[in-house]
């Protein structure tokens, strides 16, 4: 079930908010309404990771079962290297999971290519990839993590901690919530009339960024991928590269807000997953504004037990390619993702190493090179195979007569996406930053934001009636 679905913001998403409304104002002590509501809330989670399949529904409970009773294992254990163990055990586990289920079908092709067979020639059948398994297990992974660190209190109740792992709003794509930072708005949340305005709005701006941005440029960004892409010349060449730029930032920025809206409206506080990264000056800063939840969990689960930045100058070097080969690798099942976490090693090891001190100075060169490398590596992110990567990438010096004009894969529509995408991904905000902290307060201003957020979330009820191109590219992960 897609957030940018008739029948989520019709059917699921009003009945969930209602009841959850209902349940809150029941004449029963604050305990009992918290966890009718939390009960609730499984129960709907529950329905809404099911409607893409009970397989799917299945895998989820075993990942809960998993880390919940060896949450309850790690807790009884007083020996520190049995701890440690039981630990190994239970990480080895989940990470089986994920490899079976993500990276099987990857590993049987290569053996495949390795020993010259045809497509199947294994005889072994391709395993379904699980909607959002890679978001879900490392949030589990990491309540036993912080557990056996002593960072949080073990979870007795299965049903809330199942609540923690399945709740709807960040199950399928994120941002990836630690247990730490949710544990004790289990049990302790107020939501309020601002709160739940606040939600709306995340939600209606996040429906905008996906539907009126991010889709018209992608399905411009997939004609292109999709034509004959030795006849892409370097007009077509840089619309798609520009266009997939934005569609991957606005598909996933907007999917976070409507995951951090939607969990005001039901009083929980995710922490923000983007800061306006195409806006950084390194690649550094680009990392500290992109998908910062999966940047935390990787800096605070792997790069800091390797020794982080403390054993000198090759083993930090060492720690943060491990850290982005990982980070490629944890993207998907293909080797083009190894090479763009490898490709963003690289250039982290050099800005640290070299000229790092050199774009602080310049931040007019840096963001200019910033936005040139990130672009660069949302090619190989966005390319099927190498071949493909690498065949797109000559057209920025194809000039034949056959190539394609850029102009047969420009609509009116686009070419609109294309002006507000490029200017809402921080120069907005940066020019009129001060004036918005000055007028948010104010009355008139909030009756025109309440307008603008009707009028958005119309148009976007109306493009999803019409439209039938509406993927997440995040799902796949």
């Avoid at 980070?327 to 083009?336: D, E, L, Q, R, V």
């Avoid at 034949?400 to 420009?410: D, N, P």
Wanted: aromatic share 20%; hydrophobic share 50%; charged share 15%.
């Amino acid at each position: 079930m897609l957030f940018s679905s008739m029948l989520f913001i019709w059917i699921f998403l009003p009945i969930v908010l209602l009841t959850n409304f209902i349940l809150g104002r029941l004449p029963l002590k604050y305990k009992q309404r918290i966890k009718l509501k939390n009960r609730f809330l499984l129960a709907a989670s529950l329905v809404f990771y099911a409607w893409g399949g009970l397989y799917y529904l299945a895998l989820m409970i075993a990942v809960i079962a998993i880390n919940y009773f060896g949450g309850l294992w790690l807790q009884e254990i007083k020996v520190k290297r049995n701890k440690a163990w039981t630990l190994v055990l239970i990480l080895a586990t989940n990470l089986g999971l994920l490899f079976y289920f993500k990276y099987f079908n990857l590993v049987v092709s290569t053996i495949e290519a390795i020993r010259k067979m045809e497509a199947g020639g294994l005889g072994l059948k391709e395993v379904v990839l699980p909607i959002g398994i890679s978001f879900y297990i490392f949030q589990a992974m990491s309540y036993v993590i912080d557990l056996y660190l002593g960072k949080t209190e073990v979870q007795r109740n299965v049903f809330d901690f199942g609540l923690y792992v399945a709740l709807f709003p960040q199950l399928i794509a994120g941002p990836i919530v630690q247990y730490k930072d949710i544990e004790r708005q289990l049990y302790h949340r107020k939501g309020n009339p601002e709160m739940v305005a606040e939600g709306i709005k995340r939600f209606c701006y996040g429906l905008a960024k996906k539907v009126i941005i991010a889709n018209i440029l992608g399905e411009t960004v997939d004609r292109i991928w999709e034509s004959n892409l030795t006849r892409v010349g370097i007009g077509t060449a840089l619309l798609a590269t520009v266009a997939y730029t934005l569609q991957i930032y606005y598909d996933f920025s907007g999917y976070s807000d409507m995951a951090i809206g939607l969990g005001k409206m039901l009083g929980f506080s995710f922490k923000e997953n983007f800061n306006l990264p195409y806006l950084s000056t390194s690649i550094r800063e680009f990392w500290r504004r992109w998908h910062i939840s999966l940047s935390s969990w990787f800096r605070e689960y792997v790069y800091i037990p390797l020794g982080g930045s403390r054993a000198g100058a090759f083993r930090t070097y060492l720690n943060l390619f491990i850290v982005f080969l990982l980070t490629g690798i944890w993207h998907g099942a293909n080797y083009t993702f190894f090479f763009w976490g490898m490709y963003y090693a690289l250039f982290i090891i050099l800005e640290r190493a070299f000229y790092g001190k050199f774009l602080e100075k310049h931040r007019w060169f840096g963001h200019i090179y910033a936005i040139l490398i990130v672009s660069v590596g949302w090619i190989f992110f966005r390319a099927d195979s190498f071949t493909d990567a690498l065949t797109f990438l000559k057209g920025f010096v194809r000039f034949k007569a056959e190539t394609y004009s850029y102009l047969q894969f420009v609509s009116f529509k686009t070419f609109m996406a294309l002006i507000l995408g490029i200017l809402l991904c921080g120069p907005v905000q940066t020019w009129v930053g001060k004036f918005y902290e000055k007028v948010k307060t104010k009355a008139l201003f909030q009756f025109g934001d309440v307008l603008v957020q009707m009028a958005l979330l119309l148009v976007c009820i109306c493009a999803l009636t019409k439209g039938t191109y509406n993927p997440f590219i995040y799902f796949q992960f």
